[in-house]
């Protein structure tokens, strides 16, 4: 049917009665076809209980709240030609009936929520940034205890399996989770899209247009379709911001071409289970799915805690605690390690993982799922929760999937605090810009306080590290902040090396090159092992003179010599044999093994990587690789392990470089 419509800034409409006598019948009731529509597009919407009457229709961006359309409709369809102009934002479309008694229970049924899209065509640029909404989590809220009409709640045996999203309700709840967020950006100067969280079902084409996806609020019902997409989104190089938890808690399925969601929550009534088990509309980190949505965010409700009802208002007295202040994610907040932050932000529902702790400094186990790369920004100990729900934990932190970083701040209501917290604030736009691209940082993070470390090397997944003290110290390889642990000698050492796995017959040992020219070999265990002479480390050879950086690889030793810019090599199966020239070391002053390349990092902070050729495989020249090198110091060292390259230098953090090999985006 066709509106009559007015100009915003213009007179009521016409048509619509002022005074008479209120409509009998039911209340009137509205709905769209889809939870979003792209700029220029068409949406068409249902109305019932109008009784014929004529219909008031305003429609406002729910971010700015302008109203961009006020008409007059009559029941039972309306068609919405949504302007090319109007921004992608959230929207709503309100329907009144003038002088109508509307029930005060009736969840706004008179009320459409809908996404316009941004219109991603050639001549058009989208944001950087996209932010979805959670309709599904919105619908499945709809309606709750009521029978047969609400996935809500669980334990009810009368409780919906199936609702359909081409029905009235279906907007935010009353605590508006989302709100927050979604009324900083603009103020804080982001330009963002939107999208409905369907639209991210077979999303890849959508995803592909954007650097960074942001999950705001309470995002808790995910389709399979949903979590392969932006999974494959992040590995491929994107990026992903929760400033949500219960994240993806329940697995649900769309039907009817998306306009009906199914989460049975139970695996023996899902005929499903019988069928195709990875669908089976249960938790994700349950049977038969087994697919820990740790995976994908890093934390999990299963460790999390949960005000509810009158319990609500403890949210108001909890902080996170700050447990790595030298993290980007914290740059120009001011804190320090241990400092409390963000007080008001924590619930209703919190997000968690497993932790370990050590010298408190914590760090994700992995039992749970959530991925070995995560490292911990913040915690807060939730456990008192218990008596309003569920007692846990919540925790802030980031880690790397596949080629991307996703972020997770571990709680519903992040964006309630963002307008008057200013260290909320600048973490979230530290977040934005980071993974946005438009302050993407130099590629090396932090990964601990600094130190006078100034010799590297990684065997048997332990970093070692010989420091200016004279001391072998150790520590997990790892992104976290963990401290070193003193554990043996290291006298004199200026370089350390290891194979990344055995070759030629030789076991996995420690190397060191000293200062005074010898080449020494231990047992690469984080304990003293004195030898039958009473030292640790046993001499078995000579190094070049001047030699800064140590390799191994394919049984072969490589060192530099900076002075003369020399690649020498020694196979460490004929260590009494002269060390041969390979040809100039690229201005290296260090080198490590990553991937069976040979990587160096220059004087001046360039890395460069070149294949580990001996002396029979002819001159193989170092290329600059496809990432910086860490910041410049003259007496850089590197480590690699598992793909990652970790550096340092007398008086400098240890630094972790998780993409070296990844061409930039």
């Not at 103020?187 to 969280?197: E, L, R, T």
């Not at 934990?393 to 080629?403: I, Q």
């Not at 972020?407 to 934005?432: C, E, Q």
């Not at 150790?474 to 050492?493: D, F, K």
Request: charged share 20%; aromatic share 8%.
């Amino acid at each position: 049917m066709t509106a009559q419509s007015t100009p915003v800034d213009g007179p009521p409409p016409t048509g619509i009665p002022s005074t008479g006598n209120p409509p009998t019948g039911d209340p009137l009731r509205a709905w769209a076809d889809r939870t979003s529509c792209v700029q220029g597009g068409d949406l068409a919407f249902h109305l019932t209980g109008a009784a014929g009457a004529a219909v008031r229709v305003r429609v406002t961006d729910a971010v700015s709240e302008q109203t961009r359309l006020t008409a007059t409709v009559h029941a039972p369809d309306w068609t919405l030609a949504v302007p090319e102009e109007w921004p992608s934002s959230l929207y709503r479309a309100t329907f009144d009936v003038p002088l109508e008694n509307r029930p005060t229970t009736d969840e706004a049924e008179h009320e459409v929520w809908f996404a316009v899209r941004a219109a991603l065509t050639e001549t058009a640029a989208p944001s950087r940034i996209l932010v979805s909404i959670p309709f599904a989590t919105w619908r499945a809220y709809t309606h709750a205890g009521q029978p047969h009409r609400g996935l809500y709640y669980s334990e009810q045996p009368y409780r919906a399996a199936r609702v359909s999203f081409a029905s009235p309700g279906g907007g935010p709840p009353p605590e508006r989770w989302e709100e927050g967020l979604l009324r900083w950006l603009p103020d804080a100067g982001y330009q963002v899209d939107y999208c409905s969280g369907l639209d991210l079902h077979n999303g890849d084409e959508l995803l592909s247009h954007y650097r960074l996806l942001v999950v705001n609020g309470h995002d808790e019902y995910w389709s399979m379709e949903m979590r392969d997409s932006v999974e494959n989104f992040a590995r491929r190089g994107g990026n992903v911001a929760f400033f949500a938890a219960n994240t993806a808690w329940w697995q649900m399925r769309l039907e009817d071409d998306g306009r009906t969601m199914v989460c049975h929550r139970d695996a023996v009534t899902d005929p499903m289970t019988a069928i195709d088990p990875r669908r089976t509309t249960v938790e994700w980190s349950s049977a038969p799915v087994d697919r820990p949505e740790n995976s994908m965010t890093g934390l999990s409700f299963r460790r999390g805690a949960g005000a509810w009802g009158e319990g609500m208002a403890v949210m108001g007295k909890e902080a996170y605690t700050v447990r790595f202040a030298d993290h980007w994610a914290f740059a120009g907040t001011g804190l320090t390690d241990g400092e409390p932050f963000a007080r008001g932000a924590l619930g209703y529902e919190t997000d968690a993982c497993a932790l370990e702790w050590t010298d408190g400094v914590p760090r994700a186990t992995g039992v749970d799922g959530t991925p070995g790369s995560f490292v911990v920004l913040a915690t807060a100990d939730l456990r008192h929760w218990r008596e309003y729900g569920q007692g846990g934990a919540a925790t802030m932190g980031v880690f790397r999937l596949g080629a991307g970083t996703v972020f997770n701040a571990g709680t519903i209501n992040w964006g309630s605090v963002l307008a008057d917290d200013p260290v909320a604030d600048r973490i979230t736009r530290n977040v934005l810009d980071r993974l946005s691209g438009a302050a993407p940082g130099d590629g090396w993070d932090a990964a601990g306080a600094p130190d006078e470390v100034r010799a590297l090397a990684v065997c048997e997944s332990v970093l070692f590290g010989a420091d200016t003290r004279g001391r072998l110290l150790c520590r997990e390889v790892s992104g976290q902040n963990l401290p070193w642990r003193p554990v043996g000698s290291a006298p004199g050492i200026r370089a350390l090396a290891s194979a990344r796995e055995a070759a030629g017959g030789l076991p996995l040992e420690l190397y060191a090159a000293t200062e005074d020219g010898r080449l020494l070999r231990r047992d690469p265990v984080p304990t003293p092992v004195p030898g039958a002479d009473g030292e640790e480390w046993t001499q078995v050879g000579q190094v070049p003179p001047g030699t800064t950086g140590l390799a191994l690889c394919d049984a072969g030793i490589f060192a530099v010599t900076p002075h003369d810019d020399t690649l020498h090599y020694l196979s460490a199966l004929a260590l009494d044999e002269p060390w041969q020239v390979l040809g100039d070391a690229g201005g290296a002053i260090a080198l490590t093994t990553l991937s069976c390349r040979l990587w160096a990092v220059t004087a001046d902070g360039r890395l460069r990587t070149r294949l580990p050729a001996g002396p029979s495989d002819g001159p193989v020249a170092f290329a600059d690789a496809g990432a910086p090198g860490p910041p410049s110091h003259p007496r850089t060292t590197l480590a690699a392990h598992a793909g990652v390259l970790y550096a340092t230098a007398p008086g400098a953090p240890l630094r972790v470089c998780g993409g070296p090999a990844l061409p930039s985006r």
